[in-house]
């Protein structure tokens, strides 16, 4: 086998989290030893290790590692970046896209890493206002750009299969600083290019 991608999970963490998931779907009036559900226990315990994962992750090392000095000052912009994330009120997720743009102040970082930085705060207990926040912190305190724009558009699961069971709303959230705070002109431009379809 040319690759090889291997997952590791704490032995301690899945074994325990696996107890209590087995207990879980009992008082759900579930039998966790019929055959459909044998491995499901385990199973949950590692998707949500998964979708946690970010804890552990550090969004500055991430950026840190791709920052490279670079004198341009336009507007850098990632649209359109797939986001998955669970809300913290019901462990039900909620998906959708950031779209991310800073002006540079010296300093660029790869466009890859601005995508990993969604996932390093999408990948723990959320709302989503505090995820756009965390994700403009960081590359703020990574780059010191002259400006950031955050603005992610998602659908809530805890909204479209419970409660007012909305199955059509999109929820947007956004957060500006620097220029494009003070500059109508900039941040209009951006939001003019994040809602324009490549043609
Ligand atoms: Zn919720």
Do not use: W
Not at 84 to 111: Q, V
Not at 149 to 172: D, F, P, W, Y
């Amino acid at each position: 086998m040319a690759y090889h991608k291997e997952e590791t999970f704490d032995k301690d963490i899945t074994e325990s989290l696996k107890d209590n998931y087995a207990r879980i779907l009992e008082q759900l009036g579930e039998d966790p030893n019929r055959e459909g559900l044998l491995k499901t226990p385990e199973r949950m315990a590692k998707a949500m290790q998964f979708m946690t994962q970010g804890y552990e992750l550090n969004s500055l090392d991430i950026l840190n590692s791709a920052k490279f000095e670079e004198n341009v000052s336009e507007m850098v912009i990632v649209k359109d970046i797939e986001l998955y994330s669970m809300c913290e009120h019901h462990l039900l997720p909620f998906f959708g896209k950031a779209h991310i743009a800073y002006i540079p102040n010296g300093y660029i970082t790869g466009l890859s890493k601005l995508a990993r930085v969604v996932d390093v705060y999408a990948r723990r207990l959320q709302v989503q206002e505090r995820l756009t926040t965390q994700i403009l912190a960081a590359i703020r305190e990574s780059l010191n750009p002259l400006g950031v724009a955050v603005v992610i558009e998602a659908k809530h699961l805890c909204m479209m299969m419970r409660g007012v069971q909305k199955q059509n709303s999109v929820t947007t959230t956004s957060a500006f600083d620097g220029i494009f705070l003070k500059n109508n002109v900039t941040r209009n431009e951006f939001l003019k290019l994040i809602s324009s379809k490549l043609s």
